[in-house]
T-cell receptor, first 115, second 114 residues
Framework: KQEVTQIPAALSVPEGENLVLNCSFT??????LQWFRQDPGKGLTSLLL?????REQTSGRLNASLDKSSGRSTLYIAASQPGDSATYLC??????????????FGQGTILTVHP | NAGVTQTPKFQVLKTGQSMTLQCAQD?????MSWYRQDPGMGLRLIHY???????DQGEVPNGYNVSRSTTEDFPLRLLSAAPSQTSVYFC?????????????FGPGTRLTVL
């Protein structure tokens, strides 16, 4: 069964810092991995999708990397802003076993960027 | 496109009552799913569907029923609500189960069972 861990659980940084959010997963048989953002009381917004054959994906100030064989992904946020404050979730799409075709979510990293 | 829509936004039920959470998407997506989100538990898959007429169970299916008669709609039914079903429910959809299937989520339904 796929298990996803996100570190740190919470992060508080001053505006302007570059930061890294970590995601690890136990089963490397994945189709892709998706990073989401969730604002308090809201739904999930897709940030980046990395296919299993890719190493990196970039969107604006966000860069996500994937090392499928070691079961790790990182989300890099450059020049953080207060508007980046949210919970960030990673979710690999499983390609094998009983979790085939299903997303497994981590617990998330709660990010606070203060002015 | 409206994307994935969910109704209602909020609902309070009494134990034993039944209700249906609605989910619709206008992107012609084959794959739809229901998750619940609980503090400390993260998001967990309840049921999913790979197309009209096809549904299957996820991680926590007990107490919930689904059906998929059209591509657009995927309602979630609670037959006899229990306090343990107090949660935030999210519906999601994607093009398919294969590659490039970015998942899109609805805004959620916050359910309280008294």
């Amino acid at each position: 069964k796929q298990e996803v861990t996100q570190i740190p659980a919470a992060l508080s940084v001053p505006e302007g810092e570059n930061l890294v959010l970590n995601c690890s997963f136990t089963d490397s048989a994945i189709y892709n991995l998706q990073w989401f953002r969730q604002d308090p009381g809201k739904g999930l917004t897709s940030l980046l999708l990395i296919q299993s054959s890719q190493r990196e994906q970039t969107s604006g100030r966000l860069n996500a990397s994937l090392d499928k064989s070691s079961g790790r992904s990182t989300l890099y946020i450059a020049a953080s802003q207060p508007g980046d404050s949210a919970t960030y979730l990673c979710a690999p799409l499983n390609a094998g076993g009983t979790s085939y075709g299903k997303l497994t979510f981590g617990q998330g990293t709660i990010l606070t960027v203060h002015p | 496109n409206a994307g994935v829509t969910q109704t209602p936004k909020f609902q309070v039920l009494k134990t034993g009552q039944s209700m249906t959470l609605q989910c619709a998407q206008d992107m012609n997506h084959e794959y739809m799913s229901w998750y619940r989100q609980d503090p400390g538990m993260g998001l967990r898959l309840i049921h999913y569907s790979v197309g009209a007429g096809i549904t299957d169970q996820g991680e926590v299916p007990n107490g919930y029923n689904v059906s998929r008669s059209t591509t657009e709609d995927f309602p979630l039914r609670l037959l006899s609500a229990a306090p343990s079903q107090t949660s935030v429910y999210f519906c999601a959809s994607s093009v398919g189960r294969g590659l490039m299937n970015e998942q899109f989520f609805g805004p959620g339904t916050r359910l309280t069972v008294l």
